[in-house]
Structures are given as structure tokens and as C-alpha cells.
DNA sequence: CATTTGACGCCAA
DNA sequence: TTTGGCGCCAAAT
């Protein structure tokens, strides 16, 4: 199945819908999987525009270990990777 | 169709 | 080591 033409956003979205419980990817790794690892700003820019409820995107946090953003608010993002159980220094605030 | 934005990343000072 | 600036890609307007 190759390229299937639904490259980059559709294949973001699975990615991270494939992120396990208690689990963060990074936008590089994301990106790189997703076929262009410069495009960490454009996986950034695809949830930021284009939210989808079905996707736990707030298990994707920044390479520097930043949380990153989220569109329902970073508080909420930040209180639920403490009870997915991640690392607090995976995801430094400020 | 062209331009701006946007939840980033890496290099230099 | 920390802070700042530039670069990159894709989507949205």
C-alpha cells in the first residue's frame, strides 16, 4: 500500500492515534514517521487547525521536552499525561 | 493561486 | 549552560 496519496495529516492522525496509554511521542518522531522529519512545525499546524476528539494528541510533546500546546486548553493537556502516568520531566512546562 | 499561520527543531552567540 | 534567531513543511484562509 505504499503512498496512498492521504500522505502526511492522515498518517499524523494514525500515528498518534496509535500512541499507547502511559506513552509520548515527539513531534520530530511523529513527523519522521509520518515521512518528513523537518515537519515537526507542520504536525504542530495540522492539530492545531484540525483537532480531532479521537485522537490523544495531548500524548505528543515537544523534542526540547516542552508539553508543546493543545487546543482544549495546555492545563488539561499537562493534568492528563500526570495520570497517563508520564514522566513529569518528559514534559516540562515553561 | 499566493500568503500567513502554527501545538517545532536545530544552530549560533 | 541558557537565550535568541532562523529554517522547514503542510494546512488554512
Same mark, same amino acid.
Given at each position: 500500500m505504499e503512498v496512498m496519496k492521504k500522505d502526511f495529516k492522515q498518517k499524523v492522525f494514525n500515528i498518534i492515534r496509535k500512541i499507547p496509554r502511559g506513552k509520548v511521542l515527539t513531534y520530530k518522531k511523529v513527523a519522521t514517521r509520518a515521512g518528513?522529519?523537518?515537519a515537526s512545525r507542520a504536525v504542530g499546524g495540522i492539530l492545531g487547525t484540525n483537532?480531532? !476528539?479521537?485522537? !490523544?494528541?495531548?500524548?505528543v510533546v515537544r523534542t526540547d521536552g516542552g508539553v508543546g500546546g493543545y487546543n482544549r486548553g495546555i492545563n488539561n493537556k499537562i493534568k492528563l499525561l500526570k495520570k497517563e502516568g508520564v514522566a513529569s520531566k518528559t514534559f516540562l512546562l515553561y
Open positions: 518528513n522529519p523537518r483537532f480531532d !476528539p479521537t485522537i !490523544p494528541c495531548h500524548r
